[in-house]
Protein backbone atom coordinates (compact mmCIF):
# COMPACT_ATOMS: atom_id res chain seq x y z
CA UNK A 1 0.00 0.00 0.00
CA UNK A 2 1.86 2.83 -1.30
CA UNK A 3 1.40 6.02 1.56
CA UNK A 4 1.22 9.01 -0.52
CA UNK A 5 0.63 8.22 -4.47
CA UNK A 6 1.12 10.39 -7.37
CA UNK A 7 -0.18 9.90 -11.05
CA UNK A 8 1.34 10.47 -13.43
CA UNK A 9 5.05 8.94 -12.34
CA UNK A 10 5.43 10.59 -16.19
CA UNK A 11 4.46 13.69 -17.98
CA UNK A 12 5.50 14.84 -21.49
CA UNK A 13 3.46 17.14 -23.22
CA UNK A 14 4.05 20.96 -25.24
CA UNK A 15 4.03 23.99 -24.21
CA UNK A 16 0.68 26.04 -24.09
CA UNK A 17 -1.22 22.76 -22.56
CA UNK A 18 -2.68 22.19 -19.48
CA UNK A 19 -2.33 19.40 -17.42
CA UNK A 20 -3.03 17.83 -13.56
CA UNK A 21 -0.96 15.69 -11.84
CA UNK A 22 -2.99 14.17 -9.06
CA UNK A 23 -1.81 13.04 -5.06
CA UNK A 24 -3.65 11.18 -2.72
CA UNK A 25 -2.51 9.86 0.90
CA UNK A 26 -3.85 6.79 3.08
CA UNK A 27 -2.14 7.73 6.45
CA UNK A 28 -4.82 10.05 7.11
CA UNK A 29 -3.07 13.27 7.48
CA UNK A 30 -4.69 16.54 7.28
CA UNK A 31 -1.88 18.28 5.17
CA UNK A 32 -0.90 17.93 2.07
CA UNK A 33 1.97 19.80 0.35
CA UNK A 34 2.93 20.18 -3.22
CA UNK A 35 7.55 20.91 -3.53
CA UNK A 36 8.80 21.66 -6.91
CA UNK A 37 12.48 19.97 -7.79
CA UNK A 38 14.17 21.76 -10.32
CA UNK A 39 16.96 20.56 -12.83
CA UNK A 40 19.80 21.37 -9.88
CA UNK A 41 17.64 19.19 -7.67
CA UNK A 42 17.02 22.13 -5.61
CA UNK A 43 13.44 21.58 -3.48
CA UNK A 44 10.68 23.99 -2.60
CA UNK A 45 8.07 24.38 -1.49
CA UNK A 46 5.31 25.77 -3.51
CA UNK A 47 2.10 25.08 -1.54
CA UNK A 48 0.16 23.21 1.66
CA UNK A 49 -3.57 22.52 2.45
CA UNK A 50 -4.85 21.47 5.84
CA UNK A 51 -8.19 19.97 6.03
CA UNK A 52 -8.75 21.14 2.39
CA UNK A 53 -8.26 24.73 3.35
CA UNK A 54 -4.82 26.57 1.89
CA UNK A 55 -2.04 27.71 3.97
CA UNK A 56 1.08 28.16 2.09
CA UNK A 57 0.99 29.82 -1.45
CA UNK A 58 4.85 30.35 -2.71
CA UNK A 59 5.30 32.86 -4.88
CA UNK A 60 4.13 30.37 -7.54
CA UNK A 61 2.37 31.87 -11.06
CA UNK A 62 -0.93 32.09 -11.01
CA UNK A 63 -1.08 29.21 -13.82
CA UNK A 64 -0.37 26.72 -11.15
CA UNK A 65 -3.50 25.73 -9.15
CA UNK A 66 -3.98 23.61 -6.10
CA UNK A 67 -7.16 22.09 -5.59
CA UNK A 68 -7.97 19.66 -2.84
CA UNK A 69 -11.57 17.79 -3.02
CA UNK A 70 -10.96 16.28 0.35
CA UNK A 71 -8.22 15.98 2.94
CA UNK A 72 -6.59 13.06 0.89
CA UNK A 73 -6.36 14.37 -1.88
CA UNK A 74 -4.14 17.49 -3.53
CA UNK A 75 -4.27 17.88 -7.28
CA UNK A 76 -2.28 20.30 -8.94
CA UNK A 77 -3.15 21.83 -12.11
CA UNK A 78 -1.22 23.62 -14.61
CA UNK A 79 -2.26 26.17 -17.59
CA UNK A 80 -0.38 27.25 -20.28
CA UNK A 81 2.55 25.01 -19.54
CA UNK A 82 6.01 26.96 -20.16
CA UNK A 83 9.39 25.03 -20.39
CA UNK A 84 10.23 26.45 -17.13
CA UNK A 85 7.54 24.60 -15.45
CA UNK A 86 9.80 21.39 -16.53
CA UNK A 87 10.92 20.17 -12.97
CA UNK A 88 9.61 16.95 -11.12
CA UNK A 89 6.81 18.02 -8.57
CA UNK A 90 6.79 16.02 -5.22
CA UNK A 91 3.45 15.41 -3.05
CA UNK A 92 4.16 15.29 0.27
CA UNK A 93 1.87 14.81 3.34
CA UNK A 94 1.90 15.63 7.45
CA UNK A 95 0.06 14.78 10.04
CA UNK A 96 -0.83 18.31 10.98
CA UNK A 97 0.34 21.42 9.52
CA UNK A 98 3.05 23.28 12.30
CA UNK A 99 5.88 21.30 11.19
CA UNK A 100 6.73 19.06 14.32
CA UNK A 101 5.66 15.67 13.24
CA UNK A 102 7.33 14.94 9.90
CA UNK A 103 6.54 14.37 6.10
CA UNK A 104 5.84 11.40 4.01
CA UNK A 105 6.48 12.01 0.36
CA UNK A 106 5.18 10.46 -3.42
CA UNK A 107 7.47 9.15 -5.28
CA UNK A 108 7.39 12.02 -7.82
CA UNK A 109 5.90 13.00 -11.12
CA UNK A 110 8.59 14.30 -13.99
CA UNK A 111 7.01 16.52 -15.70
CA UNK A 112 8.58 17.89 -18.84
CA UNK A 113 7.25 20.47 -21.87
CA UNK A 114 8.50 20.62 -25.56
CA UNK B 1 14.83 33.59 7.24
CA UNK B 2 15.84 30.35 8.17
CA UNK B 3 18.04 28.32 5.70
CA UNK B 4 19.61 25.13 5.44
CA UNK B 5 23.74 24.86 4.04
CA UNK B 6 25.26 22.01 2.60
CA UNK B 7 28.90 22.44 1.90
CA UNK B 8 29.81 19.40 0.07
CA UNK B 9 28.18 18.90 -3.32
CA UNK B 10 29.29 15.37 -4.21
CA UNK B 11 31.34 13.14 -2.32
CA UNK B 12 32.97 9.80 -2.88
CA UNK B 13 34.27 7.30 -0.81
CA UNK B 14 35.53 3.93 -1.04
CA UNK B 15 32.62 0.85 0.06
CA UNK B 16 33.14 0.10 3.47
CA UNK B 17 34.83 3.45 4.49
CA UNK B 18 32.92 5.90 7.08
CA UNK B 19 30.64 8.79 6.32
CA UNK B 20 30.03 12.50 7.44
CA UNK B 21 27.78 14.61 5.25
CA UNK B 22 27.64 18.01 6.72
CA UNK B 23 24.74 20.52 7.15
CA UNK B 24 24.69 23.35 9.09
CA UNK B 25 21.02 25.56 9.46
CA UNK B 26 20.38 28.95 10.34
CA UNK B 27 17.63 29.78 13.32
CA UNK B 28 17.43 31.30 16.02
CA UNK B 29 15.41 28.96 17.74
CA UNK B 30 15.86 25.08 17.85
CA UNK B 31 14.40 23.87 14.43
CA UNK B 32 12.72 20.53 13.48
CA UNK B 33 15.50 18.77 11.16
CA UNK B 34 15.39 15.84 8.92
CA UNK B 35 17.81 14.10 6.80
CA UNK B 36 16.04 12.80 3.53
CA UNK B 37 17.78 10.56 0.97
CA UNK B 38 16.82 10.32 -2.91
CA UNK B 39 18.34 7.52 -5.17
CA UNK B 40 18.00 8.07 -8.75
CA UNK B 41 14.61 8.18 -10.34
CA UNK B 42 13.37 7.64 -6.68
CA UNK B 43 11.48 10.07 -4.70
CA UNK B 44 12.34 11.24 -1.03
CA UNK B 45 12.77 8.73 1.80
CA UNK B 46 13.01 9.80 5.38
CA UNK B 47 16.28 8.94 7.08
CA UNK B 48 15.78 10.35 10.84
CA UNK B 49 14.72 13.40 11.89
CA UNK B 50 15.20 15.31 15.13
CA UNK B 51 12.60 17.64 17.26
CA UNK B 52 13.88 17.29 21.03
CA UNK B 53 15.69 15.24 23.20
CA UNK B 54 19.00 13.35 22.83
CA UNK B 55 20.66 15.04 20.49
CA UNK B 56 22.18 11.62 18.59
CA UNK B 57 19.52 10.33 16.45
CA UNK B 58 19.21 6.94 15.03
CA UNK B 59 18.18 6.33 11.58
CA UNK B 60 17.48 3.39 9.05
CA UNK B 61 19.54 2.00 7.11
CA UNK B 62 22.53 2.31 9.28
CA UNK B 63 22.49 6.05 9.66
CA UNK B 64 22.37 8.36 12.50
CA UNK B 65 23.19 12.00 12.55
CA UNK B 66 23.72 14.23 15.67
CA UNK B 67 22.07 17.97 16.73
CA UNK B 68 24.79 20.49 17.64
CA UNK B 69 23.25 23.66 18.95
CA UNK B 70 26.73 25.64 19.48
CA UNK B 71 27.36 24.80 15.45
CA UNK B 72 23.99 24.85 14.20
CA UNK B 73 24.80 21.73 12.59
CA UNK B 74 23.24 18.48 11.88
CA UNK B 75 25.63 16.16 10.51
CA UNK B 76 24.79 12.91 8.95
CA UNK B 77 27.14 9.42 9.99
CA UNK B 78 27.08 5.94 8.27
CA UNK B 79 30.14 4.07 9.99
CA UNK B 80 30.55 1.40 7.23
CA UNK B 81 28.83 2.13 3.74
CA UNK B 82 27.40 0.10 1.14
CA UNK B 83 27.16 0.42 -2.95
CA UNK B 84 23.75 0.89 -2.39
CA UNK B 85 24.06 3.73 -0.19
CA UNK B 86 24.81 6.13 -3.32
CA UNK B 87 22.02 9.06 -4.05
CA UNK B 88 21.24 12.10 -3.15
CA UNK B 89 21.50 13.20 0.20
CA UNK B 90 19.11 16.50 1.58
CA UNK B 91 19.18 17.83 5.23
CA UNK B 92 15.85 20.03 5.48
CA UNK B 93 14.33 22.17 8.47
CA UNK B 94 11.39 22.92 9.63
CA UNK B 95 10.03 25.52 12.41
CA UNK B 96 7.34 24.93 14.13
CA UNK B 97 4.29 26.70 12.87
CA UNK B 98 5.41 27.97 9.81
CA UNK B 99 4.88 24.15 7.96
CA UNK B 100 7.47 25.28 5.54
CA UNK B 101 10.12 22.22 4.85
CA UNK B 102 13.03 23.88 4.00
CA UNK B 103 15.93 22.20 2.37
CA UNK B 104 19.50 22.31 1.62
CA UNK B 105 20.92 21.55 -1.72
CA UNK B 106 21.99 18.17 -1.97
CA UNK B 107 25.08 16.14 -1.65
CA UNK B 108 25.65 13.71 -4.33
CA UNK B 109 27.20 10.59 -2.96
CA UNK B 110 29.25 8.31 -4.73
CA UNK B 111 30.36 4.90 -3.39
CA UNK B 112 33.14 2.83 -5.53
CA UNK B 113 33.53 -0.93 -5.15
Known amino acids: DTAVSQTPKYLVTQMGNDKSIKCEQN?????MYWYKQDSKKFLKIMFS???????INETVPNRFSPKSPDKAHLNLHINSLELGDSAVYFCASSRHAGGDYGYTFGSGTRLTVV | AQSVTQPDIHITVSEGASLELRCNYSYGATPYLFWYVQSPGQGLQLLLKYFSGDTLVQGIKGFEAEFKRSQSSFNLRKPSVHWSDAAEYFCAVTVYNTDKLIFGTGTRLQVFP
Open chain 1, 49 to 55: YNNKELI
Open chain 1, 27 to 31: LGHDT
